[in-house]
């Protein structure tokens, strides 16, 4: 795909993680599960720390901590690119599971692939394992809000 | 839809919560979320008891714990429909999300789209609130690892 | 799912089909492969016309074929309860295979999920054979464009 | 994503695109509008040359034309990849519009997320115009049949 260089960041990783862990407190309860690693120009990295809590029958990474994992990447990225208004939600989210992931940091590669007025594309390549193969990969698409005037009272 | 009189489940709702909770402690950990409500030939019915632990910034029942329930219905439509091996896994599930969903029971309808010897297709209608609408709706793919001979050590 | 009882459809199959032969010649060029069959409250019938130009290597109906029907299923839901506006979009749609189909007529039951300001979404289960089985089963989303006022030139 | 240079492509474009002329004259009849450019360890090039015959109402490139790029373009990655079985078929493909696409030359980037024995996931970006951005992006899935033993009549 070509590069979305003209796609800027507002928020860096540790901003948007700050903002999750005020707006969105069930993410992470009392574990740092679910953390942004990294923002850049167009996408960003994010991370699942996943332990026994994560497992599913078969002692893989269940599906609904990737879901999590790819519906948390896009978060980030509407957050970082579209401005830090927390009330974004998913549309859509399509995920094909493809290989075993064990415990142990996985991360999802998030790109935007389209930022419009109202709506942000993007996919994530989800990977695991010594040698980071993928485990999952995502396509979601988040609704964004229209702007609140600064004078409104919130 | 035509009906899929032919498919008959070889296990109750009761059956295969019993068999989720030995399975997959995970799922419920200390409090009974998600369950199996009722399994009739073709599909079932599956329940999330949601409260403030679901939720996601704007106060809805958040995108993975309504994600979490469509894989269970698949997961309860293989288990009571292809035998009790907890080994399936669901390849690729596909949800939207249409309207917010407060706390209270959201229920998911599932429906067996092809039961085939590998793979397993189903949609799921999740409808909640008083005049239970329609809050997502989703569709995927569980495969079915080959029967064990029954002489096979396990 | 809940009926949609309070959804009204604005125009008949016959002159949805009237209309998509004026806007949409490439649709049909010089047969009549796609059409609406009914369209009622919450949703519509479209019908493929399947014959050997629609075989894919196997002598089944394509994939293409079957997606251009569950896309048409949705072109004639959003035309038929939103307005005659054929600028209406897909913006995205996920299709399951689950069955081969023969030539002949092969039938698209359509219902609408949601029916928003600027967004609808279907699904559509497909059917064909003389036991009507489901071969393929879609859901979708539809962009509807703002109204136009009617004092604009077009 | 990791390269997966352990893919070795068993035939080149050339020879896909006659394998596809044989055993599917519907894809392009009279005409060249789908072709394979390229074939790499890993994925592949398809190439849609869009005419008027593709438009829909909006005058831009229907969803169906794009739908059939995305799916020759797992088709090229089945065939190269896993070898000239033509009888491979897609169990679903997940696709999202996201610019309106004008005539003329229309690429997809295809990449093989898994190849399994009886499973194939690939995703394309699909891009147009002449700055190449990104018009569509799709995930699907091919089966695999099991392959014919060399003595087998067919």
Known sequence: MPEQMHLKPV???????????????Q?????????????FPGGCTVRLNADERHLRPGGTV????????????????????????????????NINFMRKAETG??????????LGKSLMVFDIDIVAGPDRQTVAHA????????????NEVK
Do not use: W
């Open 27 to 39: 993410l992470n309860d009392q574990y740092d599960f679910y953390q942004a690693i990294e923002v």
């Open 139 to 150: 396509t979601g698409t988040y609704s964004i809000p229209p702007k609140r005037s600064s």
């Open 62 to 93: 269940s599906g609904p901590s990737l879901f999590t994992l790819a519906d948390i990447g896009g978060y980030v990225c509407v957050l970082s690119h579209a401005g830090p208004d927390a009330l974004s939600v998913t549309t859509s989210l």
């Open 105 to 114: 940091p996985i991360d999802g590669h998030c790109r935007i692939l389209k």
């Open 11 to 25: 928020m860096n990783a540790n901003e948007v993680n700050d903002l999750l862990k005020g707006a969105y407190p």
